[in-house]
C-alpha cells in the first residue's frame, strides 16, 4: 500500500524558515519524481517544486523561487521541502505528491497534509 | 506561466443527472491535463490524466475529452458521493499550474 506522510509543518513567524518531510512507503521511492502542492485555506491547489526521481532535477513554482529547496533521500525514502525567507502568504496546507509511473508530473497519491501558519 | 481557468465556478446538479465541467489553457498543453476530485478535509484524489485516461479504480461514469486548450470532465449520473471540488492541472510546462476549481453542488 502507497502512503505519504508529511511532517514538520507549524507556526513560524516571517522571515522565519522550516523544513517539511514527507515519508514514503509502498513504491520504489527512486524511480519517481516528487512535488510539494499547496493549498490555502479554502482555497485552490498551487504547486511548489518538483524533483526527479534521481534528484538531479527539480522545478520551482516563481512565487518560492530563490527562498524555497526540495530535495530527497533515497536511502531513506523522504522527500524534504526546505523554506526560508516565509512570508504570510506561504501559509497553506503543504502536500507530498507522487507522480504515476507514465510521463508527465500528474499525481496519483498525496500525503494528508501539513498546516505551515506564517504569522507574529 | 500556463494559466487554466475552469467554469462554472459552481455547478449545481441533481443525483442521477449528468455533470459538465469545463477547463480552459491560456495556450495549448497537448493531451497533457489531468483532473482531480477533493473533498472537504481530504487530499486531492486523481480521476483523469491525458485529457481522458482514466485513473486506477476511477468509476467508469468518469470520463474526459479535448486537447489544446479545451477540455471537459464529464460526470454521466451523479451520485451523493461524486459532490466535491474538481480541478484541472496541465503538466505540458513548468511552471505545472492548476484551475481555480469547480464546485460541484447539489441540487
Known amino acids: 500500500e502507497v502512503q505519504l506522510l508529511e511532517s514538520g509543518g507549524g507556526l513560524v513567524q516571517p522571515g522565519g524558515s522550516l523544513r517539511l518531510s514527507c515519508a514514503v512507503s509502498g513504491f520504489t521511492f527512486r524511480n519517481l519524481g516528487m512535488s510539494w502542492v499547496r493549498q490555502t485555506p479554502g482555497k485552490g491547489l498551487e504547486w511548489v517544486s518538483a524533483i526527479s526521481g534521481s534528484g538531479d532535477s527539480s522545478n520551482y513554482a516563481d512565487s518560492v523561487k530563490g527562498r524555497f529547496t526540495i530535495s530527497r533521500d533515497n536511502s531513506k525514502n523522504t522527500l524534504y521541502l526546505q523554506m526560508n525567507s516565509l512570508r504570510a502568504e506561504d501559509t497553506a496546507v503543504y502536500y507530498c505528491?507522487?507522480?504515476?509511473?507514465?510521463?508527465?508530473?500528474?499525481?496519483?497519491?498525496w500525503g494528508q497534509g501539513t498546516l505551515v501558519t506564517v504569522s507574529s | 506561466e500556463i494559466v487554466m481557468t475552469q467554469f462554472p465556478a459552481t455547478l449545481s446538479v441533481s443525483p442521477g443527472e449528468r455533470a459538465t465541467l469545463s477547463c480552459r489553457a491560456s495556450?495549448?498543453?497537448?493531451?497533457?491535463l489531468a483532473w482531480y476530485q477533493q473533498k472537504p478535509g481530504q487530499a486531492p484524489r486523481l480521476l483523469i490524466y491525458g485529457a481522458s485516461t482514466g485513473a486506477t479504480r476511477i468509476p467508469a461514469r468518469f470520463s474526459g475529452s479535448g486537447s489544446g486548450t479545451e477540455f471537459t470532465l464529464t460526470i454521466s449520473s451523479l451520485q451523493s458521493e461524486d459532490f466535491a471540488v474538481y480541478y484541472c492541472q496541465q503538466y505540458n510546462n513548468w511552471p505545472l499550474t492548476f484551475g481555480q476549481g469547480t464546485k460541484l453542488e447539489i441540487k
Open positions: 495556450q495549448s498543453v497537448s493531451s497533457n
Open positions: 505528491a507522487k507522480e504515476t509511473p507514465s510521463w508527465g508530473s500528474k499525481f496519483d497519491y
